[in-house]
């Protein structure tokens, strides 16, 4: 926030330093800030936000009766948002300072998006450049504290909403109709497929979460399997859950550091782990990939990205969901492998399957709110709500998707006809 920001601010958290003709002055600036902000925003739809004095902004389309209607509690909210609506509104939905008259926090979250998606990918300069190399840069040490800021949480909180599996990525939907925990099963098989598994081979699962997917490959491929992520919480559930099914002596889970296994793999497979890495990081990724992966090797990547260069993570989900995290443009992917020497034998883009499955998400979580709330306290169910309809909204309307890359050393490691994938899926 600028200085002058801050001044304004300041002067509207504590009144009583200031005459009340000098109040409504700053009220006036932040009304006129505000307003400025959503003529420039809504162009569909209809927003209607009553400012902490009484007054009411419209915006898009006028009150209309199917129209979003919030709130705000003071004017410090309203001069946040008019500054950096892109963090502070999170942060005042969180703490109370937006309070939804008409509608619910996805409606608003879902009409920002469809208005953003109107306008073009902002333009990032030498300064943000270089600011994602310092933000992203996840050193060990970096990356153990991000993961264990998101995933070392209470097991119960994401039993709540995920499926009987743990699976905390996008599912595939083969089937419209396909329910959740099915379309988690179909993804599972889906990467299976990709990877072209033969009994006996050894798997390297690079993120391996709560040990689904990798006790998956076991059960069903016969595959041996090493699972590492930098959580503690997974990797005692993982360990637990492969001792608990009798695989312990063919699938190891362990914490380490992706850049510090030494071992060679018939297959790698890494499922939502990539979003985490970092841009700068990318050529260690694939160049560590290369030299885990034997010479007729297999690796299947599964990752956020979006249809754009970006520069930063959304502002809100930066700080408060995934320290460290960027959802890069497969432009800015595939040169770190080309020059791995990696060979891409097959892309897959998901578009709309991770927002099906953030909804499915959201409306589990929604389902077992209280119980979430006694383990934690109402902002946190306010944060998981927000970070839940925002990333929905991301895949929705903001350029999001999940990409597939399969890759290989050798030219002709896969079959050259994708035929080989739906009929291994049965």
Known sequence: ???????????????????????????????????????????????????????????????????????????????????YPGLALGEAYMDGGVIMERGTIWDLLDLAGRNLSLRPPPRRGRLARLWRRIAQANDRVAARRNVAHHYDLSLDVYRRFLDPDMQYSCAYFARPDMTLDEAQIAKKRHIAAKLLLEPGQSVLDIGCGWGGLGLTLAEEAGARVTGITLSDEQLAVAQERAISRGLAGQVEFRKQDYRDVEETFDRIVSVGMFEHVGAPNYQ???????????????????????????????????????PGGYTPALSEVLPAIERAGLW???????????????????????????????????????????????????????????????????????????????????
Not at 303 to 319: D, L, T
């Open 284 to 322: 260690a990724f694939f160049d560590t990939v290369a030299r885990l992966l034997k010479d007729d090797g297999v690796a299947v990547l599964h990752a956020i990205g979006q249809n754009h260069v970006s520069v930063s993570n959304q502002p809100w989900i930066g700080k408060y969901i995934f």
């Open 344 to 426: 891409v034998t097959d892309v897959e883009i998901l578009r709309l399957h991770y927002a099906e499955t953030l909804k499915a998400w959201r409306e589990r979580f929604e389902a077992n709110r209280a119980q979430i709330a006694d383990l934690y306290d109402e902002r946190f169910c306010r944060m998981w709500e927000f970070y839940l309809c925002l990333s929905e909204v991301a895949f929705r309307h903001r350029g999001c998707m999940v990409f597939q890359i399969q890759l290989s050393k050798r030219v002709g490691a896969v079959p050259l006809t994708r035929d080989y994938i739906p009929a291994a899926e049965g």
């Open 1 to 83: 926030m600028s200085s002058e920001a801050s001044f304004v601010a300041d002067r509207i958290q504590t009144p009583d330093t200031a005459s009340r003709r000098t109040r409504g002055l700053l009220g006036g600036v932040v009304r006129a800030a505000l307003a400025r902000l959503l003529r420039g925003l809504i162009r569909t739809g209809s927003l209607t936000v009553v400012m902490p004095g009484g007054d009411v902004l419209h915006a898009g389309q006028g009150d209309a009766p199917d129209g979003v209607r919030i709130r705000l509690r003071d004017y410090r909210t309203a001069w946040r948002l008019a500054v």
